[in-house]
Structure formats: structure tokens, C-alpha cells
């Protein structure tokens, strides 16, 4: 049998990825090493610098700068992704008028760099730090949100759209009733990653002063001294690793929760669809 896109591996090909595949893992565990090594002969791993977090004033510092990270992106994620399909129903828009200029307004705000949007609005508008922060990931990642859905509506069948414009619906009803909810649950995977960057650009709030856990990392690294920058930036790394998996998972809970209902709904519907056909 052979697959769409490639022939099934005969015994040599599957050979040769079972080699290769063994000497990657070596190389890579070797590079852990080397680097486990160099960081021991530096002292990183000595008792001593990894005592700070036994101090409580330390965890209530990253604490602070986790709560500060999680609020904003929570605040950013909230408004971007409504504001997303909004910008999304406008460059589809039927009409040239709204269609072209939103598609202009898109690509600019998908080509800013998010930090420039940031320290645009807190000096331009002279707005708070907290403010410039949640406004450039919300302009930066409604436009995001916007293309991934659009790409998911375009993915679509042209017949989904035909089959709501014949039962009577209108252009808008057929988007939202039928193509919106079909292209949410197909790019749900990419919804997700974006939901994660989204909390990752978080970080860059550190350029505008910002108290989020990147900003807590330094300010403890410059108190405490240098020598404790590795322990800090590695649990800070752990903390944000240990979100971003949370937030990956509760996706892949959400989406197939919500298979089995649409399976459920398809299994409960048949029998009414054959005994309304029936004579």
C-alpha cells in the first residue's frame, strides 16, 4: 500500500531511518552533555545559587511578574480574538469599498513589530505601561487571528456557502451560521500556537517598563548579583514552558469536546432525517 504524498518505507529505507534517527539522539544527548558539563565547571549547579528560592520575597517577586504576564495576556487575548473575526468578516466583505482597505490595514498591522506598537502607544499616546502592552498584542494579534480564520473560511467547500444562499440565508447569516463555525474548529491547532505566542510577546512588555515575569527575572538578577541569573532565567523558563503546554492542552480538551458532541448530534440527528424521508 502506499500512502497520498510518499511510497510506504521498503526494509532498507526504514533501516536507514532507524540509523539515522539513532545517531541524532546520540549527537543530541552528547550536545546535552557537553553543555551539562561546561555549566557544572561554572559552578551553576552548586547548592548555593539555588538557595535564593528558598527565600519567600523571591516567589512573591515572580509571582507578582507571572500575575502581571498572565493579566495582560488574558486582557490582550479576550479582546483580539473578537476583534479578529470582526476584522475577518470585513476583508471578506463582498464589497470593494471595505474589502481593499482592510486587507491594506491588516498587512501593516501583521508587518509592525509588536514592540514598536507598544512604545508607539505609550509615547504617543502617553498611556500607561500595562495599556501599551495589552494594545500592541491586541492590534498585532486581531490581525493574526483574522487571517488564520479568513484562511480557514477560504478552506472551506465552495458548496457551504451555496447550500446556505439557497435555503434563503442571507451573505451574512451564511457566514456566521455556517463558514464561521466550520473555519474556528478546522484552525483551532493554529488559534492555539497563536494564543501562545500571544502570551510569549508578553516579554516584550519589559521594554516599556513593564512588571511582567521577564521584567521580576532582571530586576532580581540585578539585585541578587549575576551569579544568580542561570537559577533565575531557568525557572522563569520552566514557568513559562509549564503555561504554554497547560494552554496546549486545554485546547486539545476543548476540541475534542467538542468532536464528540458534534458526533453525538450527527448520531441523534440520523434517525429523525431517516424516519422524515421514510413513506
Excluded: H
Excluded at 20 to 49: D, K, M, N, P, Y
Excluded at 176 to 191: D, G, T, V, Y
Excluded at 238 to 248: D, E, G, P
Amino acid at each position: 500500500m502506499s500512502s497520498v504524498l510518499y511510497d510506504v518505507p521498503g526494509p532498507k529505507a526504514r533501516r536507514v531511518s532507524l540509523i539515522a534517527s539513532i545517531i541524532g539522539g546520540l549527537l543530541i544527548l552528547g550536545l546535552l552533555a557537553w553543555v551539562v558539563l561546561t555549566l557544572s565547571q561554572q559552578g551553576i549547579f552548586e547548592a548555593r545559587r539555588w538557595q535564593i528560592f528558598t527565600r519567600g520575597d523571591v516567589w512573591r517577586l515572580l509571582g507578582n511578574g507571572l500575575g502581571s504576564t498572565l493579566s495582560a495576556a488574558a486582557l490582550a487575548a479576550v479582546i483580539a480574538f473578537p476583534l479578529g473575526l470582526l476584522l475577518c468578516l470585513l476583508r471578506i466583505s463582498d464589497a470593494a469599498a471595505i474589502r481593499v482597505p482592510m486587507r491594506v490595514i491588516l498587512e501593516f498591522l501583521r508587518g509592525m513589530p509588536v514592540v514598536l506598537m507598544m512604545l508607539f502607544i505609550l509615547l504617543g499616546f502617553g498611556t500607561s505601561a500595562f495599556v501599551a502592552v495589552v494594545a500592541g498584542l491586541v492590534l498585532y494579534n486581531a490581525a493574526v487571528f483574522a487571517e488564520i480564520i479568513r484562511a480557514g473560511i477560504q478552506s472551506l467547500p465552495k458548496g457551504q456557502r451555496e447550500a446556505g444562499l439557497a435555503i434563503g440565508l442571507t451573505s451574512y447569516k451564511s457566514r456566521m451560521l455556517i463558514e464561521l463555525p466550520q473555519a474556528i474548529r478546522r484552525m483551532m491547532p493554529s488559534l492555539v500556537a497563536q494564543m501562545v505566542v500571544l502570551l510569549k510577546d508578553t516579554s516584550l512588555g519589559y521594554i516599556v517598563a513593564y512588571g511582567e515575569l521577564l521584567r521580576a527575572v532582571q530586576v532580581m538578577a540585578d539585585f541578587l548579583g549575576t551569579q544568580y541569573l542561570f537559577p533565575i532565567f531557568f525557572v522563569a523558563a520552566a514557568i513559562y514552558i509549564a503555561i504554554n503546554i497547560s494552554v496546549s492542552r486545554l485546547a486539545v480538551w476543548i476540541e475534542r469536546r467538542g468532536s464528540k458532541k458534534a458526533a453525538g448530534g450527527t448520531a441523534k440527528a440520523e434517525p429523525d432525517v431517516l424516519e422524515a424521508a421514510a413513506p
